[in-house]
Every structure is written in structure tokens, then in C-alpha cells.
């Protein structure tokens, strides 16, 4: 496993900087590009696998993201997802742009597009007059017959509630997000919450009460267990599933500024299994998302297309996998 201080060297800054930056600690003053430099070095050294470079194709492949630089930084998930991409992308020898949904003229020329994150039905129809192969990374696109690459976060929400039930847990509560296309129409359903209700609703033990909703950031998993403590004050649940990391790490940061310990009072387990979790205090327990395989295997499914090897429409799911650390493990 790499440490701060590798990652530290190689993005050329300190590894206190690394630290606080990979903790999202709100009170060091840096700037964004030196954040994503660390986010970026620590993903590509959480990546371990070595390629092999093959022939140069330069055909233009667009990478179009719902999301702002700015919130990759807050919830570097699709950092990792666009890092796969890219990586894939260069061993096959295609040139690439990353850009945002709305920046038409960037699109022009591209022979493929690879979306990375959520698109309206109308964002998705405007996608397709581009008259080019289209894969959808995190976003299902079956119905529409269009390739997409998911992840299987119901799987992953079963097997943390089912941990913490075998840990003794009685109450389980839930820190979700909300999330809205880019272009307002509508917002976004979240399978997480949709699999935590009705797991826990066949178990008999789902409660309405232990469910606070906010954003997918690290201040919002803040603020959400902050409200959780306030409320429920002696009726808080002992384990609490967050919906991403970044949550996550905003919870264990509001427990231990209320002095509850983790995991002996509460523990805590997220989702994505970004480089940061390992960094975090303590290491963060998370279901595995293999993102950069998602962006790997998104832009596989691309290449199909523009070499004629298919014509069908394709959905990968990819497994995941519960990753135990110390935030919901007591030795």
C-alpha cells in the first residue's frame, strides 16, 4: 500500500499537506489544482495494475462529465472513474478531451463519447445527435439500448447491513445524498437508499427516524451526523451506513468532535472505497467500487463499438466488495 509520504513526493508537496488534504481538512489554506494533484497521485498509486502501450489510433474520444472539477474534489469518485478512462484510453491509443455535458464545440469531432455520471433524458438525447458509439459510465442505459457500465451497489448495501446485523447491531442508521441533473429537470433516485429501505424493511428493522439526507460531501456527512446526534440523542443507532466516503468522513469527523468513540459506541462503514479511506482516523471500513475497472471497462465497450466488433448494446455490472477497517471493527 502506498503511504503519505509516496504520495507526498511525488505530487512535490509535504506530507502533513497530504494528510490534511486527503482528511478534507476545511482550515488548510491550498489551492485547488495542488488538492487535485494529491487526489490524482493517490488514485494513480491506488492503482496498481501496469499496461502494456499499443499502436497509436488517434481517434478523438470526448469525455463528457455531469459534474464540475470543483465537486470532483469534494467526492473524487468520478475522479477515479475519469482516471480508468483515461488510462484505458492511452493504452489503446486514442486522444482524448474531458469536458463538461454543455460544452458543445468540444464535442465536435469526437468519434465516441464515454459519459461519465448522471444525464436527464434530455441531456441524453441531445448526446445522441452526435450520431456517435456512446457508453454511459454509472448510469444505466439498457432501455435506451445504449452500452453502460454500473456498479452493483445493491449487492454492496446488503452485505453492510448484513455485517452489521452479525456484529450485534440492533439499530442501523442511514446518511444519504441528494442529487440533481445538471440541467434541473428532475432529481436523481438513489439506489443506496432505495436497497437500505427495503433490506432493512424484509429484516423488520427499517426506521424512518435513523434516515438523514443531505449532500455527497464531506460537510454534509458533517452536519447529517451532527443533526443524528442532536435528535436521537441516547436513541442513536450504533452503526450507520453512509452513502459514499466523503459522507462517510464528515460523520466520523462530527463523532469525534462529539466524543463518541468508533467503533466502540458507533461504527461506521461508507461506500466507494476511494484511496482517501485508508488515510482517514480511523481507517474507514467501505464497500469497494471498482471504479477504475468501471472506466477501464467503459472505454473497452467504446473501442468495441468503433472497431466494428459489436453492434449490440451491452451493460456491465460490476461487483463489489466490503472492505473492513478499523471505523467498524472493535478488536
Known sequence: MATIKDIAEKAGVSAATVSRVL???????TSDETKK??????????????????????AKIALVKWYTEQ????????????MGVEAKAAELGYQFVSVTQDAETMLKGAEGIIAIGKFSDKQIEKLETYRVPICFTDQDMSVRR????????????????????????????????EEFFTDHSSIITDTR?????????K??????????TGAFNVESGYQLMTEAIQT???????????????????????LQHAKIKVPEQVAVIGLNDT???????????????????????????????????????????????????ESSEVK
Open 23 to 29: 482528511n478534507f481538512d476545511n482550515t488548510l489554506s
Open 275 to 325: 484511496s482517501v479511506a485508508k488515510y482517514v482516523y480511523p481507517p474507514l471500513s467501505t464497500v469497494r467500487v471498482y471504479t477504475e475497472l468501471m472506466g477501464e471497462t467503459a472505454m473497452k465497450l467504446l473501442h468495441e463499438r468503433l472497431t466494428g466488433e459489436r453492434d449490440v448494446a451491452k451493460k456491465v455490472m460490476i461487483a463489489t466488495d466490503l472492505i473492513i477497517r
Open 232 to 254: 436521537l440523542g441516547t436513541q442513536l443507532p450504533s452503526a450507520f451506513f453512509a452513502a459514499n466516503d466523503s459522507i462517510a468522513i464528515g460523520a466520523l469527523r462530527a
Open 71 to 82: 465537486e470532483e474534489l469534494m467526492d473524487i469518485y468520478y475522479l477515479a472513474i475519469r
Open 203 to 212: 429484516k423488520g428493522r427499517y426506521d424512518e427516524q435513523m434516515v438523514f
Open 37 to 58: 494533484r494529491i487526489f490524482e497521485v493517490a488514485e494513480s498509486l491506488h492503482y496498481t495494475k501496469h499496461k502494456q502501450k499499443k499502436q497509436k489510433k488517434h
Open 193 to 201: 437508499a432505495s436497497s437500505f429501505q427495503a433490506y432493512l424493511e
Open 146 to 177: 445504449l452500452d453502460s457500465v454500473v456498479a452493483d451497489l445493491d449487492q454492496g448495501v446488503i452485505s453492510v447491513i448484513d455485517y452489521f446485523i452479525d456484529q450485534g447491531h440492533s439499530k442501523i442508521g442511514f446518511l444519504g445524498g
